[in-house]
C-alpha cells in the first residue's frame, strides 16, 4: 500500500481543528497550550502541504474558507479514527499502567509538583508518574533527548527548539539569618555590596544562577556551591552567609523568623517558570493534563509565598 502524499501530520490537523472551534488563534493556543505564533505556524504549515488557505485572517479572529469547512470535516474524521486507535490500543494494554516521565528544576520540583501531581492522579488514576528533580539546564537536556514527556524550568531563557509555556511567576530573594548583620542594619543594601559579597549558591545550570547573574551582572565568585534548594537552605540556617533563593523556598522560615529577607536597592528578581517539550509537537495525555493544571494553579507562586 503506498500511503497518500497530502495527509498532514495528526497534531498539526488537530491544530487546524482547534483554531476553527475557538474561532481565533489566541484561542487555540490556550487550548492546545501552545504559542501564538507556534499555532500560526502549523495551520501555515497545513495550508502550503495541502495547497489550500484555511482560513480568513482578520482583527477579530479567523473564519474558515469553504475549502476549509470541507478540510475540516475530513480532518474531523481522521482525528476521530486516531482516537479509536488509540482507545483500541489501550484496551489491548489492559492493565498496564500508562506512565509520564517529568523533569523539573529543583524550585519546581521541592515544591510545585507534589501539589500538581496529587491533583493530577484524581484525574489518571492509573498514571505513574515519575518527577526526575534536577538544575534546569540538565532539564532541557533531557526533554530534547526525548527521555522525559514534559519538563519545568525557571531560567530566563528556553532553547529555541523547544516551546514553552509559563505556568506561573516566582520571585528571588536575598536571605540571611536574623542575628546576620545585613538584617540588623534594617534598611537596604546596596548592589554593588551584594556583586562583592560572596554568597552561598546554586551550581551553574540552575535556573536560580542564572537568574541572580543575569538581574545582577558580573559578581564575585560564590562561597559555596550546592545542588539543591534544601542544601543552600541548610547553609545559610547553619551559618551567617547569605544566599539568594526562591520565595517559595523561604517562605516558612521567613514566617516563622528564621530567615529573614534583605531587600536591595533598585534590584528585583522575577522570573517565570515554564514548562518546555520538543517544538513542533504537542502535549497529549497526563503530560498536557499536568502543563493545563499548572497553569490554572492559583495562586501565582510569588502570591503564595507571601501568604504563607
Do not use: C
Not at 1 to 14: C, E, G, I, K, Y
Not at 142 to 150: I, T
Not at 179 to 187: E, I, M, T, V
Amino acid at each position: 500500500m503506498v500511503l497518500p502524499a497530502r495527509v498532514p501530520d495528526l497534531s498539526a490537523l488537530d491544530v487546524v481543528v482547534s483554531v476553527a472551534r475557538g474561532g481565533s488563534m489566541s484561542a487555540a493556543a490556550r487550548e492546545q497550550n501552545l504559542s501564538q505564533q507556534a499555532i500560526s505556524s502549523r495551520v501555515h504549515s497545513v495550508e502550503r502541504e495541502l495547497g489550500i488557505v484555511l482560513f480568513r485572517r482578520s482583527p477579530s479572529g479567523t473564519e474558515l474558507t469553504a475549502e476549509g469547512v470541507a478540510v475540516l470535516e475530513w480532518a474531523a474524521g481522521l482525528l476521530d479514527a486516531a482516537e479509536r486507535f488509540s482507545a483500541g490500543v489501550d484496551s489491548l494494554l489492559g492493565s498496564k499502567r500508562a506512565s509520564l516521565a517529568v523533569a523539573a528544576s529543583m524550585t519546581v520540583a521541592e515544591y510545585l509538583i507534589p501539589r500538581w501531581a496529587l491533583t493530577l492522579r484524581r484525574t489518571h488514576p492509573n498514571t505513574r508518574i515519575r518527577v526526575q528533580p534536577m538544575n534546569s539546564a540538565e532539564v532541557t537536556k533531557q526533554v530534547l533527548s526525548g527521555s522525559v514527556d514534559v519538563g519545568f524550568i525557571e531560567g530566563p531563557d528556553t532553547d529555541s527548539r523547544l516551546e514553552s509555556l509559563t505556568v506561573t511567576r516566582d520571585e528571588l530573594v536575598v536571605v540571611t539569618r536574623p542575628d546576620h548583620p545585613w538584617a540588623r542594619r534594617g534598611k537596604p543594601i546596596s548592589t554593588a555590596e551584594l556583586r562583592k559579597t560572596p554568597l552561598v549558591q546554586r551550581e551553574p545550570g540552575s535556573g536560580t544562577r542564572v537568574t541572580f547573574e543575569s538581574a545582577l551582572g558580573e559578581v564575585t565568585d560564590p562561597l559555596l556551591e550546592l545542588n539543591s534548594v534544601a542544601a543552600v537552605k541548610a547553609a545559610v540556617l547553619g551559618s551567617d552567609a547569605p544566599a539568594v533563593l526562591s520565595s517559595l523556598s523561604v517562605a516558612q522560615e521567613l514566617v516563622d523568623g528564621r530567615l529573614t529577607r534583605i531587600e536591595v536597592e533598585k534590584v528585583s528578581m522575577p522570573r517565570d517558570l515554564r514548562a518546555i517539550w520538543p517544538r513542533g509537537t504537542a502535549l497529549r495525555g497526563p503530560a498536557r493534563d499536568l502543563v493545563t493544571l499548572a497553569a490554572q494553579d492559583q495562586p501565582s507562586a510569588s502570591e503564595a509565598s507571601r501568604q504563607q
